[in-house]
């Protein structure tokens, strides 16, 4: 079974990955593009366990390892 | 009109974060968790112009800015 896992920068958080990306852009003259927000998209494979334990597994490895409960939040959908 | 990129590595790269992530969750006994790649996820919102055009300008930001096409593939979606 398949995961993707979404960790984004929560709402207040400064983005400066985005903010340079956007200060390159209007450097390139992209005008339009706007509030651009970077985040990291892990997916993963999970064996051998049924639908529901796969799910809180990843559940659990997102809080552990993948994102930084202070400043991030994740998203967890099937692949 | 809000686009989400997926920036991937390329099949044949070598995914050192998604690795670390692995052994990191070999150490903490999720032996069922594989094949883990980790890629970003950049959301932007692109205004004043067409469907067509708003999309035409993404594709040309990721080339420009936001994939490296040597080791990377993106992939644009509407959010």
């Known amino acids: 079974m398949r995961f993707q896992v979404l960790v984004r ?3 207040g958080v400064l983005d400066v990955q985005g903010k ?3 200060t390159g852009l ?3 003259k992209f005008n339009g593009l706007k509030n651009i927000r970077v985040g990291r998209v ?3 494979d999970v064996d ?3 639908a529901t334990e796969a ?3 990843v559940e659990e490895v997102c809080k552990l390892l993948l994102a930084n409960p202070v400043i991030e ?3 967890i ?3």
């Open 73 to 75: 939040q994740y998203e």
């Open 55 to 57: 799910r809180a597994q």
């Open 77 to 79: 959908k099937e692949a």
């Open 20 to 22: 340079a990306i956007e």
């Open 48 to 50: 051998g366990v049924s």
């Open 42 to 44: 892990i997916e993963l």
């Open 9 to 11: 920068l929560k709402g």
């Open 26 to 28: 209007k450097d390139k």
